[in-house]
């Protein structure tokens, strides 16, 4: 297949995508079908690999009204691609990368405009992310792997083999280092690069072997400090400047010529685990967890920085001495523990290696409204939302199955005007100040309904 074709064949296929709505498996389908396509791989990686940055958002553009020819729509594609790569290296930016971008699409087709202006904005508008294009795809958008604990239950707890190690849990950011040779970047859990803003802590790890680190960033934080932050993950957020602090208000001042010396002083590196770089690429790392703690700790300690830790923790022989730990934990303002099985294996994934046990709880509350989803749960529930107990109105929009936000959003109406209830599984907070954190949908039950 010639490059002309699979640039047609690409528009042809996004106008598909966009027609399927939440039917994942036959975007699936449908993806691989074009396996060898290199031109729709090559689109689809540009606008969703988040290794890959423009560092500008487009402006909206005159459209056009002339008719597609394949042969010039090939030429504007190639010089589309010179355009991306030359704003992924930076040697256009600011005003200047704005207006040749107008200047270089408003001389192109309408499908084009379209394509390449969902590309720079990084959405096609098709209802992709990064793990259903892996799946058609395989490692076409970088993923790091994460070691992730399994929550607790009832059967886990039962299977627990003594001793095992527990670990404070922080309410902080997930944050991946990754060391080469030398060199290193610093990854959010969604591959947004955060190396130049943590520079002065990923530093100190470069000095060491080629390894992966996966640790929490955590901001030293004490209620009614100077800047009110209203919490801990307020203030790291804000110095992060992960745009969670500005949306949800979590930072009610301006740091301004202070935001370095905050950067520096105040937000730590707490390391939980650490693996060696081949291991990671492989996903897996046989090394008992005693022997991989042994060698995290000892290269800390090397480090000899004080912005990086790791976490405070003991050894627990029985359920009543994790439970002791765990009150102790929150009386300390953590969010609860990890607990780590002595000779478990390091996983690219969830996994019953370690557990998180977590400071929440199920409560009711009676439905006051709804909002509608947005991409992918367009035209269904978003989300259900209640009054907690301090009249503050809070949104519930995880936990859903597909098939019951459909269902919910067709009797929105009735569960408000019947006053159904809502019972959840959330968060507490340690601080006190938001208390129905990360609110979990586990049923709706009628208000004639005493059963809870």
Known sequence: MTKIKELSETFEVFEKLSKMGDKVNIKIKLLKQHKNNEVLKWMIKQTYDKQITFGIKPK????????????????????????LVNLANRALSGNKAASTITNTLKTYTRPEQDCYMRVLGRDLGVGLNAKTINKAFPNLIFRIPMFKGNKITDKRKAEIQYPVWCEFKADGFRMQFLIKN??????????????????????????????????EMIADWIEGDEYEYESQWGKTATLLRTGYSAKQGWMKKDLGDDFNRA????????????????????GIDKTPWKARDFKKRRWIRKFNNPQIKFFKGKLCNSWKEI????DLALSFGY????????????QGKKTDDMLKKKNEDTEEYEIVGY?????NFKGMLGSFIFKDKEGNLVHCGIGYKLKQ????????????????????????????????????????????DKSL
């Open 263 to 282: 950067l520096k002083n105040e937000l730590f590196c707490r390391v939980f685990d650490r693996t060696e770089f081949d291991s990671f690429n492989s």
């Open 335 to 346: 969010e609860g523990l990890m607990i780590k099985k002595i000779n478990g294996i390091w």
């Open 405 to 448: 936000r459909k269902e919910f959003w067709k009797d929105k109406e009735k569960y408000i005007n019947e006053k159904w209830w809502i019972e959840m599984v959330y968060q507490k907070d340690p601080n006190q100040v938001a208390k129905s954190r990360f609110a979990s949908f586990k049923r709706l039950r009628p208000p004639d």
């Open 60 to 83: 909206p553009i005159k459209k056009s009204n002339k008719e597609y020819k394949p042969i010039q729509g090939y030429k504007n594609y190639l010089e589309f691609k010179d355009l």
């Open 182 to 215: 030398g060199k290193g970047i610093a990854y959010s859990p969604g591959g947004i690069d955060f190396s130049k803003r943590l520079g002065h802590i990923l530093k100190p790890f470069c000095s060491g072997p080629d390894s992966y680190w996966e640790s």
């Open 323 to 326: 439970e002791e730990y765990f």
């Open 371 to 375: 909002k509608e989803g947005k991409k």
